[in-house]
T-cell receptor, first 108, second 112 residues
Framework: GIQVEQSPPDLILQEGANSTLRCNFS?????LQWFHQNPWGQLINLFY???GTKQNGRLSATTVATERYSLLYISSSQTTDSGVYFC??????????FGPGTRLSVLP | DGGITQSPKYLFRKEGQNVTLSCEQN?????MYWYRQDPGQGLRLIYY???????QKGDIAEGYSVSREKKESFPLTVTSAQKNPTAFYLC???????????FGPGTRLLVL
């Protein structure tokens, strides 16, 4: 099955800084999602992005399926951005496989 | 409000006991999922259902059982055969398979 890796595993930022989170997958996929898990455990869907680029406020994501990676950009980070960011990838007709996550801490 | 609810928020299980976690959605989604998350880890798929009265095993189904008698409900039973059940359990739903998934708030299961 698909293997999903994320980097870096941990990231500490000062409030206002920008960051890039990376998701690599082992084979071509046709579906990819990014999630944010807050400190209370709730997962929020950020992007459904099988290919191309999407933006939502301070967040944007780019997936290049042919090169087997996706990037999540966070600009002007805020303390509320803290938590764990997961990507999940899937082949057509198969279930999503989640990566191990990137733990982000934004300091005031 | 539309969404996914899970109950209870915390659940304690005694040795040899079966416990059932509730998951309800009013989003009119066909597909529902159960995931397990261990501390510091990602999510692993336990069971999924793409339509009422049908469900499939995920990657770690041993020691768990589910039912899907109604579109809006997908309860998970953790049986006594699951030897290490302490974890955070998350339920999700999507309009159909491989669409955007929406998650409930989760249930934390602890073994006494």
């Amino acid at each position: 099955g698909i293997q999903v890796e994320q980097s870096p595993p941990d990231l500490i930022l000062q409030e206002g800084a920008n960051s890039t989170l990376r998701c690599n997958f082992s084979d071509s996929v046709n579906n990819l999602q990014w999630f944010h898990q807050n400190p209370w455990g709730q997962l929020i869907n950020l992007f459904y992005i099988p290919s191309g680029t999407k933006q939502n406020g301070r967040l944007s994501a780019t997936t290049v399926a042919t090169e087997r990676y996706s990037l999540l950009y966070i600009s002007s980070s805020q303390t509320t951005d803290s938590g764990v960011y997961f990507c999940a990838a899937a082949y057509r007709g198969q279930n999503f496989v989640f990566g191990p996550g990137t733990r982000l801490s934004v300091l005031p | 409000d539309g969404g996914i609810t899970q109950s209870p928020k915390y659940l304690f299980r005694k040795e040899g006991q079966n416990v059932t976690l509730s998951c309800e959605q009013n989003l009119n989604h066909d597909a529902m999922y159960w995931y397990r998350q261990d501390p510091g880890q990602g999510l692993r798929l336990i069971y999924y259902s793409q339509i009422v009265n049908d469900f499939q095993k995920g990657d770690i189904a041993e020691g768990y059982s589910v039912s899907r008698e109604k579109k809006e409900s997908f309860p998970l039973t953790v049986t006594s055969a699951q030897k290490n059940p302490t974890a955070f359990y998350l339920c999700a739903s999507s309009l159909s398979a491989q669409e955007t998934q929406y998650f409930g708030p989760g249930t934390r299961l602890l073994v006494l």
